[in-house]
C-alpha cells in the first residue's frame, strides 16, 4: 500500500528548531518529486517546499533559508528541518509527493503533522 | 508567482443538485490544474489532474474543464458527503499555489 506518515511536530518557541520526518511506503522517495504542504489553523493550503527526484531543492519565499528539505534514500524518509521558527510558521504540516512521473498534482497526502510556534 | 483565485468562497446546495466552482490563474497554466477535496481534520485528497482527468477512486459526478487560465470544477448530483471544503491547485510553475478554497455545505 502506498503511504506517507508524518510525525515530529509539537509545540515550539520562536526563534527554535524542529525536525519533521515522513516516512514513506509502498513506493521510493528517490524516484519522486516529495514536497511538504502547510496549512495554518483554519486557512488554506500553501506549498512549502520541493526536493526532486535529482535531488535539487527548491522554497517558498516564506521559509526559504530557514527551512531544509532533504531525503534518505536508503529508509525511504522524507525530512524538513525548520530553523528560526516563528509564530506564523504554525501550521498542519502535510507531506505528499506529485503523480509518479508526471509531476502534475499531489496523489498521495500523509495525515499531517502539528507544529505550533509559541511562547 | 502565480496567483489561483477560486470562487465563490462558499457555496450552498441540496442533494442532487449540480455546483459549479470557478478557478482563474494570474496567468496562462496550459493544463496544469487539479482539484482537491479536504474535509474536517483530513488531508487533501485528489480530485481531479491535468484539468480534466479523473484520479481513479474518485466518483464521476466530478469534472473539471477550463483552459489557459480559466477552469472550472462541476459536481453533478450532489451527495451528503460531497460537503467539504475545494481547492484548485497550479502545477505549471513553482512556488506551486492554490486557490483559497471553496466551502461546499449540503443544505
Not at chain 1, 502535510?94 to 499531489?106: Q, V
Not at chain 2, 481534520?41 to 491535468?50: C, E, R
Not at chain 2, 480534466?52 to 474518485?58: E, K
Request: charged share 15%; proline share 4%.
Amino acid at each position: 500500500e502506498v503511504q506517507l506518515v508524518e510525525t515530529g511536530g509539537g509545540l515550539i518557541q520562536p526563534g527554535g528548531s524542529l525536525r519533521l520526518s515522513c516516512a514513506a511506503s509502498g513506493f521510493s522517495v528517490s524516484n519522486n518529486f516529495m514536497h511538504w504542504v502547510r496549512q495554518a489553523p483554519g486557512k488554506g493550503l500553501e506549498w512549502v517546499s520541493v526536493i526532486y527526484s535529482g535531488g535539487g531543492t527548491y522554497y517558498a519565499d516564506s521559509v526559504k533559508g530557514r527551512f531544509t528539505i532533504s531525503r534518505d534514500n536508503s529508509e525511504n524518509m522524507l525530512y524538513l528541518q525548520m530553523n528560526s521558527l516563528r509564530v506564523d510558521d504554525t501550521a498542519v504540516y502535510y507531506c505528499t509527493r506529485d503523480r509518479e512521473r508526471r509531476h502534475d498534482a499531489f496523489d498521495v497526502w500523509g495525515q499531517g503533522t502539528m507544529v505550533t510556534v509559541s511562547s | 508567482d502565480i496567483q489561483m483565485t477560486q470562487y465563490p468562497s462558499s457555496v450552498s446546495a441540496s442533494v442532487g443538485d449540480r455546483v459549479t466552482i470557478t478557478c482563474r490563474a494570474s496567468q496562462g497554466i496550459s493544463s496544469w490544474l487539479a482539484w482537491y477535496q479536504q474535509k474536517p481534520g483530513k488531508a487533501p485528497k485528489l480530485l481531479i489532474y491535468d484539468v480534466s482527468s479523473l484520479q481513479s477512486g474518485v466518483p464521476s459526478r466530478f469534472s473539471g474543464s477550463g483552459s489557459g487560465a480559466e477552469f472550472t470544477l462541476t459536481i453533478s448530483g450532489l451527495q451528503p458527503e460531497d460537503s467539504a471544503t475545494y481547492y484548485c491547485q497550479q502545477a505549471n510553475s513553482f512556488p506551486r499555489t492554490f486557490g483559497q478554497g471553496t466551502k461546499l455545505e449540503i443544505k
